[in-house]
């Protein structure tokens, strides 16, 4: 089974490990909360995001990346593949500002205390609200069709990792 193209409200869980940082996608469930994983990314704990490569759980292959163009550029600029290696999506952080294109789709938003909001020039594209307990949960709902599921994540990473959080 791959991942759905678009989902409109997903949970991305960030915990520790020993030596490293799981990331994990995981579906709404039928009561509202998380329900079942369907990709995760391991990395060190150390540093910054260079790449995250999602692991589709079910099936055990590529789901999606996200990787770092530049490295020694003083803004971060990076790009989502698809499980296959197709571009399909990009993002940056210009200041407080990310920005994202994804196809027939370009959004801007900045994040503030523990929420974040993602908008085309008319409309909410995306929500992000950051939860922390045991583990940190970000409760992502995306009421436009347009932002599929993979970039969707990509971004919220993005948002946890480029943004300090």
């Known amino acids: 089974m791959s991942l759905p193209r678009y989902l409109s409200a997903f949970f991305l869980e960030k915990f520790p490990t020993a030596d490293r940082v799981v990331f994990e996608l995981v579906e709404t469930g039928p009561d509202g909360g998380p329900g079942v ?9 150390g540093g910054g995001l260079t790449e995250a490569l999602f692991v589709d759980t079910a099936a055990g ?42 196809p027939y789709l370009d ?13 085309d020039q008319e409309h909410l594209v995306m929500h992000v609200e950051r939860t922390a307990a045991d583990r940190t949960r970000y409760v992502v709902t995306v009421p436009d069709r347009r932002l599929g599921l993979q970039p969707a994540a990509a971004l919220v990473v993005g948002i946890d990792l480029v943004g300090g959080r």
């Not at 600029?77 to 210009?94: K, L, N, Q, T, W």
């Not at 801007?108 to 993602?118: H, K, M, V």
């Open 37 to 45: 994983a369907l990709a995760r990314t391991e990395r060190g704990s």
């Open 61 to 102: 292959t590529r789901a999606f990346s996200v990787t770092l163009r530049e490295p020694d550029r003083p803004t971060a600029e990076y790009d989502v593949f698809d499980g296959s290696g197709e571009a399909i999506g990009y993002f940056r952080r210009d200041g407080g500002t990310f920005h994202l294109s994804a």
């Open 107 to 119: 959004a801007s938003g900045s994040a503030a205390d523990e929420g974040f909001d993602l908008h």
